[in-house]
């Protein structure tokens, strides 16, 4: 009688099998870096490819040779930066400065603030118009009218021409296949970027001032609105296409008439993240100049006046909630038709509304001066009580805060550190390299392994490595916190949509934000750049938990139900082994969202690759900037495209995809 086989047992062993032999080179190489060459361990400095030369003589040759012999490309963008310089004007005399030459005052603050609500009131209900015009009323009645009001303007004419820009990108890629072929790695890297990366170019080209920040951000929020346009053009059920052709569509009857409004969603939505990408750069873009809330922020953060940053702060968070509310609900709303036989008044109820609005708000200037300008002896501030508050944590809670920033430097940062600054170049590329041939073949392979090759040949190995190491210890604390935290919310229909509105809030802060309370507790340096971006970038893991695990099949969970499962075993068994590739997607994010914040904590004292990236700033490098940038964005993209790949695998061996 023949021995029976386990059936499923080498594939089982084969699976176990794979990713131990996907770091085996690596871990070969890491172990053994002490008998490997220097050669292996870094790139020597004559290997170094002279990247930033090469990219200096290229910005060289734009800024100073004449194109066709007429201008340079510096002129030309600046003759574009004049060009913002009018829509800005018009904008912000209408908000704040008014048109002193024509005898014009500005809007009252009433009339803006009424304006909103009834914005508000019109896209979805009475409680985003009177959130709307509550969070416009705060920044008058706290004195942040004025610095409000030029950054509002900013992102009112960024974002009409950051998404018309985006849009046509978006058309053309859809349209032109040799153009998307183009286009979408191009966008892949700029939304990798850092953000000062786009700074260094700008103060190049246009110089420093408002208009260069103006451009900073158009530049910054186009990519968003072109990858939703294609990916909103692209789900266009055929049916809805075919529907068009048989009702004798030329292509441009499609386009507009069909295909655009069957976008509208997706279209919506890239307006959305086009509004918040605007005022998330509108803040960091006062490094070059741009007045507003941002430049008041980063003056009082240099300061060291944690009271006045933080009321300048709540103003941009209660901004960006209102402007994400508004464009949400507009996304949302759907067309309503009417009778013909209606009333005016019952056609156009918000616009009458509106009008009166402005009527009563200038009945009410013209009575008092409050109702145009609110006046500085009742203007309200928060600052003392902040002031106090970090005094009493300081006062009551510096030693323990001391200790565990201590703590935190020696048995932890540290020792990650000095491990992650021990890794040979060679043995990174080696992971990597596996790792994609493992997922995608070759052509990933050789994708991924020339990532980490530019970064190494670039000559900014070690930085990188500090980089690694703190983005890799706060998603590792992301996870620990964020998987549990998202577990529990997924639980119920009300916790989800708790978990959901936390993170819709806290995604719309600009990251500038968070480094205000990190500074409160642990001052400067490596533990309150890890609390920034930990708080920054758990947002993604806890949304993608939620998700994930709400969104297994209830076929299957039935299934565990009726096979006798316990709530922990549907859990560990059954809900997260499915939910899992959407998991990985939102440690995806949360890596990304990391590299993104540890440039910016560079702001508070770390020695890695965004300290680099300000030195570029400030000396006005535009070639080490952009390299840095793509250093910092190839780290990105190394992750993301393992990643991705691995999830899709995954749902494709789950039935899932």
Known sequence: MERPTKVGAPGALARAAKPALTVLPFLILFLCASLLPDWMMKVPQAWTVPFIDWTNAVIDHLREDALFGLFSFRDFTRWIAELITWPLALVEGLLVSGFPDFGIPAMPWVMTAGLCGVLGWALRDWRLGTLAAGCVAYMAIFGKWELSMITLSVVLVAAP???????????????????????????????????????????????????????????????????????????????????????????????????????????????????????????????????????????????????????????????????????????????????????????????????????????????????????????????????????????????PLQYFRDAMLLYVLIPVRGLFQQIPWTAMVALVAVAGWSLGGVRLALVVSGFVLFIAFAGFWERSLITAYMVAVAVMLCVLIGLPVGIWASKTDRRAKMAKLWCDTFQTFPSFIYLIPVIMLFKVGDVAAISAIIIYAMIPIIRYTVFGLRNVPQDIVEAGITSGCTERQLLWNIRLPLAFPEIMLGINQTIMFALFMVIIAAFIGTKDIGQEIFRALTFNDAGKGLVLGLCVAFMGLTADKLITAWSAERKSRLGLA
């Open 161 to 399: 021409i950051a998404g018309s820009i985006g849009f046509l990108l978006g058309i053309m890629a859809v349209k032109k296949p040799w153009f998307e072929a183009v286009i979408v790695p191009l966008l892949n890297v700029l939304q990798s970027l850092p953000h000062f990366s786009y700074l260094i170019p700008i103060a190049v080209f246009i110089g420093v001032g408002h208009k260069a920040g103006t451009i900073a951000t158009i530049i910054f929020a186009i990519p968003p609105m072109a990858r939703l346009t294609i990916l909103g053009l692209k789900g266009i059920a055929e049916e809805i296409r075919e529907a068009g052709k048989m009702a004798g569509c030329t292509r441009f009857q499609m386009l507009w008439m069909v295909e655009i409004p069957a976008a509208r969603q997706a279209l919506l939505v890239g307006v959305n993240q086009v509004i918040m990408q605007c005022l998330a750069m509108v803040v960091i873009a006062s490094f070059v100049g741009a007045r507003g809330l941002g430049h008041d922020l980063l003056f009082r953060l240099q300061s060291l006046k944690i009271g006045q940053a933080l009321e300048s702060g709540v103003a941009i968070v209660l901004m960006a909630i209102v402007l994400d509310q508004l464009s949400r609900a507009a996304a949302e709303k759907q067309p309503s038709h009417l009778a013909d036989n209606v009333s005016w008044l019952a056609r156009f109820p918000f616009l009458s509304a509106a009008i009166a609005v402005c009527g009563v708000s200038l009945l009410l200037s013209a009575i008092t001066p409050y109702a145009s300008v609110w006046p500085d002896e009742l203007t309200l501030s928060t600052a003392p009580l902040w002031d106090g508050l970090v005094d009493w944590i300081t006062l009551y809670f510096f030693d």
